[in-house]
């Protein structure tokens, strides 16, 4: 029996990273975490399609079952055009591949749009909801934010189907799109090996770019009261535009909080480093789908505290394997932090429950054994 033939399209940031000269493409957490799982399915036959404004050396292997093409976009082709250069490119190829089924990885970019005009059944990811994220974000008419509200608008009703992170995804979505599935994210199977050391005093994580809806500024201001009490450290993972208002308030408040610090965008080896020797991850955004950095805590070991909004419920049982709280009161957020540093015994149990569930729900193989049966579902499905 021939092995299931599928077509993964996502981008590539190796440019974006500053690792041109890398021949290891860079897909992001959650695309390489289903990578992870398809290599251990013989049963299929993967081959990812990523667009790129300059040619790059490339590994044409990633897998014994996993093909990897890098498909050299000119400028011109990409969002000023609607994505047609990178449309074109990625059809040009998939008619040498001939695949069984077209999986776009995000609507924030090419992926989705070269998947739905690539001429073979479909499905397409959300990891992002860009209208969502654009309304949240105040986008302003024709920035990249509003654009891809827009485009993501056009994608949903022309795809075969939407694979949702979340339950919160599915809802969005609902009204527009043919066919829907849940299905979190994968997690890379080396977090459920982090060896656990945390730091004494206590240190806080807090990963994402800094920005409105992660809201990384009512966190520290509802941290005030505690700091003033109670020692423990609190450090921000991601990048920090110093040119825009929410950066430049953001660094001002640090200037005069020493027990506040920015360590910047960090990468995978690094990140997990940091985990090893947190005492709790802290979420405190106003939008949130899947965010990866919970899977990956809990599937280290480290004790969460989110916010209650977006699909964030869908991986948090509040009081079993983190605690959830309300990003727009600073009382919620703050008791919550607190419990966690009073009561390690109980922090520690909850952790322990969140790595149980994180291996069962989001191990790489589970959701790549998942994916299959959509991609079979759609070409079981009359047109």
């Keep these: 029996m021939n092995p299931l033939r599928v077509a993964q399209i996502t981008s590539d940031g190796r440019l974006i990273i500053g690792q041109p000269h890398s021949e290891i493409p ?17 049963e ?45 490119a990625v059809r040009k190829k998939l008619r040498e591949i001939k695949p069984d089924i077209v999986h776009g990885q995000g609507t924030e970019r090419d992926c989705a749009l070269s998947a739905v005009f690539s ?25 990249f934010l509003w654009l891809a509200a827009r485009l993501e608008g056009f ?15 599915r809802q969005a979505v609902n009204p527009l799109a043919r066919k829907t599935w849940v299905v979190p994210n994968a997690v890379d199977a080396s977090f459920f090996e982090i060896p656990r050391q945390p730091s004494s005093p206590p240190v806080i994580v807090c990963v994402g770019a800094v920005c409105l809806h992660k809201n990384q500024i009512a966190l520290i201001r509802a941290l ?57 991850l802290a979420l405190p955004s106003l ?5 990866m950095v919970v899977l ?3 599937a280290a070991g480290v004790p969460v505290v989110a916010a209650r909004v977006g699909g964030v419920p869908d991986l948090i049982a509040d009081g079993q394997t983190g605690l959830l709280c309300d990003p727009q009161d600073a009382a919620s957020m703050r008791n919550a932090v607190e419990k966690i540093l009073t009561q390690p015994e109980w922090a520690n149990a909850l952790a322990a429950e969140a790595k149980k569930q ?26």
């Design 26 to 42: 860079s897909f992001g957490q959650a695309p390489e975490a289903l990578l992870q799982g398809f290599a251990e399915l013989p």
């Design 44 to 88: 299929v036959e993967v081959h990812v399609l990523s667009c790129v404004q300059q040619p790059l050396r490339s590994r044409e292997k990633l897998a014994p079952n996993i093909r990897f093409h890098s498909l050299h976009v000119p400028k011109i082709g990409w969002l000023r055009t609607g994505y047609q250069g990178c449309i074109r």
């Design 119 to 143: 001429g073979f059944p479909n499905v397409v990811t959300i990891h992002g909801n860009m209208r969502l994220v654009a309304r949240v974000n105040r986008a302003r008419p024709f920035s």
């Design 155 to 169: 994608v949903l009703p022309r795809t075969d189907g939407v694979v949702c992170i979340t339950h919160y995804t």
């Design 224 to 280: 005030d009261p505690l700091a003033a009490r109670k020692k423990f450290k609190v450090v921000f993972l991601g990048s920090a535009p110093r040119d825009e208002a929410y950066g430049r308030q953001f660094f001002e408040l640090l200037a005069v909080r020493p027990w506040c610090e920015h360590a910047g965008f960090v990468g995978r080896e690094e990140l997990k480093s940091r985990l090893s020797r947190a005492t709790l």
């Design 287 to 291: 939008e949130d789908n899947c965010p």
């Design 296 to 298: 990956e805590a809990a």
């Design 358 to 383: 994180a291996r069962e729900r989001f191990h790489p193989r589970v959701i790549a054994q998942r994916h299959l049966e959509i991609y079979r579902e759609v070409l079981n499905t009359p047109s």
